[in-house]
C-alpha cells in the first residue's frame, strides 16, 4: 500500500516540478500568505528566536526578517520539488560551487572529507554537486530517518537524481568503513547544526545570543578518519540561484583539541546567517 502512496504522491510532486520557475514562484508567492497569515506556522517561536538572537534590531526590522524567512521557506519547497525534474544544464546555471577544485584536489591526493552544512538556503540544492565533482569518488550526504516512509522515500529520490548517495545518521560510521575497504575515496555532508538528544550533549557555544547544544559527531568521526574538512558556505544572489563556497577548515583534524573543529563550523555558520 504504501507504494501506491510514494507513485501517488511522486506524480503530483512531478508534475508540479514541470512547470517553469516563474509560475513555481507564482505558487509560492500564493502558499507565503496562509502560511504567514492564516495558520501562522510556528511564527511566535520564529519571532522569539529572532528577537533573542538580534537584540539590537528594532520590532519592525524583526519583523521585516521574518516576513523574508517565511517567503523563503515557500520559495523552498518549490524549489525543493523542481529537484524532481530540472535539467543538468539548469543547475549548472543555477547552483554554482566556488572551490570545487580544492575539494576534488584533496580526493585526487587520496584524502576524503567532510563537509559541515546548515539548514541555511537551499542546502537541498547542494546534492547536485556530484555534477561538479571528481566521478571516482563518493559524495553523501547524511539524513535522519522519517517516520513517514512514503516522504523519506521522495526525498531519497530526488536528492539521489544527480549521484548524492543519502547515508542513514546511525549508519555513517559503518558506510565509511565501507568505503574504506572498497578503497573509495569519499566526501559526505553533515548538516550539523541540530540540536543533539539530551545523552548526547557533550558541548555547548554561544550562537547567536543562545547558549546552544552543539552536535559534535561530525567531528569525532573526522578526526577518527583523519578527514580533510570543509565548510560549505551557501549564498542567494538572486530568486532561484545559489552559490556555495566549499572553505577548507583543515587537513589535519587531529591537531586540535576536541571541540575546536566544531567551534570553527558554529563560528562560520553564525557569520553565514549574520551577513544575510
Known sequence: ????????????????????????????????????YGIKYRRGIVRKNLMESFPDKTKKEIIGIEKEFYAFFCDYIVET??????????????????????????????????????HYCNWEWI????????????FGMIYHILENKVFERLLLYLRGRHGMVGIPMGETLRKIIAFRRENKQFAIGFISDQVPLWNSIHYWTNFLNHDTPVFT??????????LVVYYADITRPKRGYYVCEF??????????????????????????????
Request: charged share 15%; proline share 4%; aromatic share 14%.
Open 1 to 36: 500500500m504504501s507504494s501506491v502512496w510514494y507513485y501517488l504522491l511522486y506524480s503530483v510532486c512531478f508534475l508540479i516540478s514541470l512547470l517553469p520557475f516563474k509560475i513555481l514562484y507564482g505558487l509560492s508567492n500564493l502558499l507565503y500568505f496562509p502560511l504567514y
Open 217 to 226: 559527531g561530525t567531528e569525532r568521526i573526522a578526526k577518527q578518519e583523519n
Open 247 to 276: 572553505k577548507k577548515l583543515t587537513v589535519s583534524p587531529t591537531d586540535f583539541p576536541n571541540y575546536t573543529i566544531t567551534e570553527m563550523y558554529m563560528c562560520e555558520l553564525e557569520k553565514t546567517i549574520i551577513r544575510s
Open 127 to 138: 546534492t547536485s554537486f556530484p555534477l561538479y565533482a571528481n566521478e571516482q569518488a563518493i
Open 81 to 118: 520539488l523542481k529537484l524532481l525534474s530540472i535539467s543538468q544544464a539548469s543547475l549548472y546555471k543555477r547552483m554554482r560551487f566556488i572551490n570545487a577544485d580544492v575539494l576534488n584536489e584533496s580526493i585526487r591526493q587520496g584524502r576524503s572529507c567532510a563537509i559541515y552544512l546548515g
